[in-house]
């Protein structure tokens, strides 16, 4: 035991005095009492020396009120301290197993009744499920115990301290404890009460716990049974009504594999759950039980003798305003929406859920890793020396925590892959956890990211591999080394099941690359997906000085340390709105797929189980997104990994637009996650005519020209565009700046063999340091023809060399304004480029731009990297629909292969714009915004932002790819923008 100041503050121990095993979350009929609601509370900003408080007659009426399950930092509009947010550092100084004096501490006390007729319970149990970071109870004045272990459940008997009639609980909570050092979880640190705490009245004669581990081979169900009850609990009663089974074992001897017969199997697509009872005279349990068999053969990982491939999240338990209290019906629609997602599977990232998730987990269907409540992650700052994970003394910590974790969720289903915690390091405590769950299930393997060797682990894990990395991994004979391997034990690790247990990291604007990893997949048997850094934003919801709300993050509550926004990281905004970047998930990982050849269509169903019974598949004709025609194709239910070749439907192809086929694969009847109709995957062919674009006018004649000039609807001074359709118009102007995303201000090593990128240096300090925000414009000449007028300009940045050359030629093209920019890099330019655009401020002169219809790709924002969600069609948003409101404001609202766009001032046609092709056949973007680039980069939150009175449109040749090097990859050299001579040509007429 490890001490200091009073014991249990820092006790490496899992806990003393009346502190119980650890058993099943079970769903009883024995007597219980939620003692959930209003506590009295006390902060100290210290850990008192003494404990008069936990007296039965002690006077709390001077005390406040608080909600129990809650986290104090979260109440009291700041009067009990505020959150902290770190990813890898420690609030406190690294000596561990000390923590500072300075250790707020809340007491927490409530009465409560014990009924009279629970005076025949053998015994009565005090339940906390969470308590962050270490506590001791009291009650009616009598030490129970104390433990630690935030995100885990302990049970204290309490029968010989407790008295029918009136009772007192007194709960005292340190935040910071040696606990603390094996909570470093990359989240927020909010200390409190923030589970459930229930009082059991625990019957004679009834079941201690159980434990049904369920088999499914050849169609057939078996159940291997642990009872855990005294002698005089048996008989016990095993019962599903469903299968006709009841199975009496008249002592504890009898208790042998039961056969249960035919059985539908488990799996995340058709969660088949059985109705169970298991009983004595005095108490019944009920389970829902779920049949499959989880194995590893070879390099292969199969449930029911079937390859998973994980199409997964990272999930911390997080909520703009309870934090990490449980809320049911925000977790049942959390899980439905990933569903929804085409999200299959779940990485309790990096602690157990609340039970209850876990059941709806079993419902609804994912495949889940448990991970353990452990992560050291700050020792790594100090080259992890002192790291308790191979420490001896904190060798019982470490096992306590591991069966806590493995005893309260063995009975579920849901569960495929135990994991000892996260960014550890590694040592002998956590093979000895290894050790432990191998001892103790046999049915379920071991994940542990940081066993880079693959000592004590079944499967080879890694996060942020770069795709040729993971490449590497999955290829039958690649001698590549393997990162922390010796040769030897990189063989090794290549004979296991991989999986990327973070990878894509979800921040800001992006991921980019989403199907590079997919396509891997499909490719490798060995690989076998991965989980996505990660599924939800945790901003907390607050508000600045004048009232206005907006969701915080490190560093907005006066954090003495802190990492900054890197806490909003999710697909899923904080205010519960999908990102682009969780369309685009769907998209890549959509689970039947289209491959259009002629006038036919392979389907194929890459489902781990489930056939295509359940699904209807429709299709849809449209002439530049007006709807032509539409019907349901004759499908054949496919089986799980089958094909079939369908006949495409005769469409109708429009001479004089471009014709468009969409096959949509939906939802034939209401699931308990979607209503019927849900789209679950998606493909388009373009099936327009060729038509040709018409050719550029080259002009000549030109001489020099001054003053005032008006070209239909243009109007000119000294060649800059004044007037556009009786609008004030200022433009166009180069724009190679973007507001950097998350990912463009990440500086990790790995850049994806870009040799535009630099290792350790984040491509928006290259982008400030050659000035693509500020730069500046020297005309260079105006000159005018009939119909046509033509500028040259050198465009460059102070303190620098590098220049563009840009020129622009407006003329009237059969009554027409036409616009032709073309654009030329001086050489000696370095870096990417995050776009080449140029840009129109459109002030608002009483009607502001404020909407934007077009033809091209949408519905939401889309870049080179990230467009398998976007579908051509027609589509219309208002100016603060088409961007995203990102915790940081960054680059966003870029549409992709816009043809043509039509700028709205209150639902009223402003401006209508046409856009061609290059020579190439590269189509431009556009982006519609109430800020520049340059007012968004200095915005730290979107309330930052100034007021404004121009819209600006930007429409982009080219942008930069979005990538995921926030913390993992750079753009893949594909998708990365070189500088390069770029043409942007647009027809604009009046709306």
């Not at 030897?488 to 990893?517: I, S, V, W």
């Not at 990859?969 to 070189?978: H, I, Q, S």
Request: charged share 25%.
């Amino acid at each position: 035991m490890l001490s200091h100041r009073s014991a249990y503050v820092t006790d490496t121990a899992p806990g003393s005095g009346a502190l119980r095993a650890a058993r099943s979350w079970l769903h009883s009929d024995a007597p219980s009492l939620s003692l959930n609601g209003l506590w009295r509370f006390r902060l100290s900003p210290t850990a008192p020396a003494t404990e008069e408080f936990a007296a039965a007659d002690f006077d709390d009426s001077g005390w406040d009120g608080i909600p129990v399950p809650s986290h104090w930092v979260l109440q009291g509009d700041g009067a009990y301290g505020r959150p902290i947010y770190t990813n890898v550092q420690y609030p406190f100084p690294i000596d561990p197993p000390y923590v500072p004096d300075e250790n707020p501490t809340g007491d927490h006390r409530r009465h409560f009744d014990v009924p009279a007729d629970w005076s025949d319970a053998e015994r009565i149990v005090l339940r906390f499920d969470g308590v962050e970071s270490v506590f001791k109870v009291w009650v009616n004045g009598d030490e129970i115990g104390s433990a630690s272990g935030s995100r885990l459940a302990h049970e204290f008997d309490v029968t010989s301290s407790v008295r029918p009639g009136d009772n007192v609980v007194a709960v005292r909570v340190h935040q910071w404890s040696a606990a603390s050092y094996l909570e470093d979880q990359d989240q927020w640190w909010l200390p409190g009460v923030f589970r459930d705490v229930t009082l059991i009245a625990r019957p004679a004669g009834g079941i201690e716990d159980v434990w049904l581990r369920t088999g499914f081979e050849n169609g057939r169900g078996r159940i291997d049974a642990e009872i855990t009850a005294g002698a005089e609990a048996f008989p016990v009663t095993l019962r599903i009504p469903e299968l006709g089974v009841e199975q009496v074992w008249a002592t504890a001897a009898d208790v042998v594999p039961l056969a249960v017969g035919d059985v539908e199997p488990w799996s995340a697509e058709r969660p088949r759950l059985y109705d169970v009872t298991v009983s004595t005279a005095a108490e019944s349990i009920a389970l829902r039980a779920g049949f499959r068999t989880v194995e590893i053969r070879g390099d292969r990982f199969l449930v029911n003798g079937r390859r998973v491939v994980f199409h997964g999240m990272n999930r911390h338990e997080a909520h703009p305003e309870r934090g990490r209290v449980f809320d049911e019906a925000h977790a049942r629609e959390d899980l439905a929406r990933m569903k929804r997602f085409n999200v299959n599977a779940i990485r309790t990232s990096h602690y157990p859920p609340h039970p209850r998730l876990l059941d709806l987990a079993d419902e609804l269907g994912f495949w889940v890793i448990l991970e353990c409540d452990l992560e050291t992650h700050g020792f790594g700052d100090v080259g992890w020396a002192g790291n308790p994970s191979d420490d001896p003394a904190w060798r019982e910590a470490y096992l306590d925590r591991i069966r806590r974790t493995v005893e309260r969720d063995k009975n579920h289903p849901s569960i495929v892959i135990w994991s000892l915690g996260n960014e550890a390091g590694t040592g002998a405590n956590l093979a000895a956890m290894s050790a432990w769950v191998h001892a103790r299930d046999t049915g379920r393997p071991v994940h542990y990211e940081g066993d880079y060797a693959g000592e004590y682990t079944d499967v080879y894990s890694r996060m942020y591999a770069s795709v040729p990395e993971t490449e590497q991994i999955g290829t039958d004979g690649s001698r590549a080394p393997l990162m922390g391997c010796t040769p030897a034990q990189g063989a090794r690790q290549r004979t296991k099941p991989f999986l990327l247990c973070e990878y894509t990291h979800a921040m800001g604007n992006g991921p980019g690359a989403l199907d590079q990893y997919e396509a891997l997949v499909h490719r490798y048997p060995r690989l076998h997906g991965g989980f996505v850094w990660e599924w939800r934003d945790h901003g907390i919801l607050t508000t600045t000085p004048d009232g206005t709300p907006y969701y915080a993050y490190g560093g907005d509550f006066g954090e003495v340390v802190h990492d900054g926004n890197f806490v909003m990281d999710g697909m899923v905004l904080s205010s519960d709105v999908p990102t682009p970047g969780l369309h685009e998930f769907k998209a890549v990982v959509q689970p039947v797929r289209f491959a259009f050849d002629g006038d036919d269509v392979a389907i194929t169903n890459l489902r781990h189980s489930a056939d295509t019974s359940d699904l209807r598949f429709i299709w849809r004709a449209e002439h530049e997104g007006t709807l032509v025609d539409s019907g349901e194709m004759e499908v054949p239910v496919l089986a799980a990994g089958e094909s079939a070749r369908v006949p495409l439907p005769r469409i109708p192809v429009a001479p004089d637009a471009e014709t468009w086929l969409t096959v949509d694969a939906v939802l034939a009847a209401p699931a308990a996650w979607a209503g019927e109709g849900h789209v679950i995957a998606t493909a388009q062919l373009d099936r327009s005519a060729s038509r040709p674009v018409p050719e550029v006018r080259r002009e000549s004649g030109w001489r020099p020209s001054g003053g005032t000039l008006t070209l239909g609807i243009a109007e000119f001074v000294g060649g800059s565009l004044v007037r556009l359709a009786g609008r004030d118009v200022a433009g166009p102007r180069l724009e190679l700046f973007r507001a950097p995303t998350d990912n463009d201000k990440g500086a990790t090593e790995e850049v994806d063999g870009s040799d535009a990128s630099v290792p350790g240096v984040s491509n928006a300090e290259l982008w400030r340091r050659d000035g693509l925000d500020r730069l500046t414009t020297r005309l260079l000449s105006v000159e005018q023809t009939a119909g046509a007028l033509r500028t040259i300009s050198k465009v460059s940045a102070a303190n620098s060399a590098l220049s563009v050359i840009v020129e622009s030629v407006w003329s009237l093209v059969g009554g027409e304004l036409e616009l032709r920019v073309e654009i030329e890099p001086s050489r000696g330019w370095r870096t990417v480029w995050p776009r080449i655009g140029i840009r129109f401020d459109l002030p608002d002169g009483g009607a502001p731009v404020d909407g934007a219809d077009w033809f091209g790709l949408g519905p939401l924002e889309s870049y080179p990297d990230s467009l398998r969600a976007a579908r051509t069609g027609r589509f219309s948003a208002t100016i603060d629909d088409l961007g995203v409101d990102y915790a940081r404001p960054q680059e966003t609202g870029h549409r992709s292969q816009v043809r043509d766009l039509t700028l709205t001032s209150a639902g009223a046609e402003v401006l209508r714009i046409v856009a061609f092709p290059d020579t190439r056949g590269r189509r431009p973007g556009f982006t519609l915004s109430r800020h520049t680039p340059q007012q968004i980069a200095r915005a730290g939150h979107p309330f930052e932002l100034p007021r404004s009175e121009t819209s600006h449109l930007i429409v982009d040749a080219a942008q930069h790819g979005l990538g995921s090097r926030a913390c993992g990859p750079d753009v893949w050299p594909e998708f990365a923008l070189r500088p390069e001579a770029r043409t942007i040509r647009l027809r604009i007429s009046a709306g």
